[in-house]
């Protein structure tokens, strides 16, 4: 994410997909955010931004931005406590003259993500302990990525691609009954219509 995008987010309000905090005092707070990001149930696929060193308004809270602040942000991630281990980014950025520790966490592909055994979302500004539907929904996000890789459509793949010997000899054979290959009476061509 580029610094006009991060200012553009600086200056709005908290939503669902950015918050701040003056101080990373409150560590279990910041959990919960990278947990509610990486969660993300509105499905927007874009990563949520957590600044450290900005006050709720949107001032500057004149943070010392340190290696081992970004250290102990960064280890976050994989302590153990939020699991599965978010994707996340950890950077010094300086915004508005303002130096800040910029979160980025990026979307869960095995939603949902849990903090201390709780799954947390983003309702709008606040975060928030999901509902049983709204688990349910997560899930249901991690089983569509589930698929074993054969399953995945290729898009770009032509007729052209395929080994149709292979294809009629091999899979036809073993899919389909011999009356129903018999009875079919279209060209491999029309068949996927």
């Known amino acids: 994410m580029d610094d006009?995008?991060?200012i553009a987010f600086l200056n709005?309000?908290?939503?669902?997909r950015v918050e701040r905090k003056a101080s990373p005092s409150d560590s279990k707070?910041?959990?919960?955010?990278i947990c509610a990001f990486a969660n993300d149930l509105p499905n927007y696929q874009k990563p949520g931004v957590l600044f450290i060193g900005v006050n709720d308004d949107g001032t500057c809270a004149h943070l010392s931005i340190t290696d081992d602040l970004l250290l102990s942000l960064a280890n976050l991630r994989s302590d153990g406590k939020i699991l599965p281990f978010p994707a996340l980014q950890v950077n010094k950025r300086c915004l508005n003259h303002c130096e800040l520790a910029v979160v980025l966490v990026e979307p869960s592909d095995a939603p949902p993500v849990r903090f201390d055994g709780r799954t947390w979302i983003r309702v709008g500004p606040r975060r928030a302990i999901a509902t049983p539907e709204e688990e349910r929904?997560?899930?249901?996000k991690r089983r569509v990525k589930d698929l074993p890789f054969d399953l995945y459509p290729l898009t770009n793949a032509l007729i052209e691609n395929l080994n149709l010997d292979s294809f009629q000899r091999d899979y036809l054979t073993s899919a389909l009954a011999p009356d129903v290959l018999e009875a079919n009476q279209r060209s491999l061509t029309q068949q996927p219509d």
């Open 29 to 33: 707070k910041i959990r919960q955010a």
């Open 137 to 140: 929904r997560l899930n249901e």
């Open 4 to 6: 006009q995008e991060l």
């Open 12 to 16: 709005d309000l908290e939503s669902d």
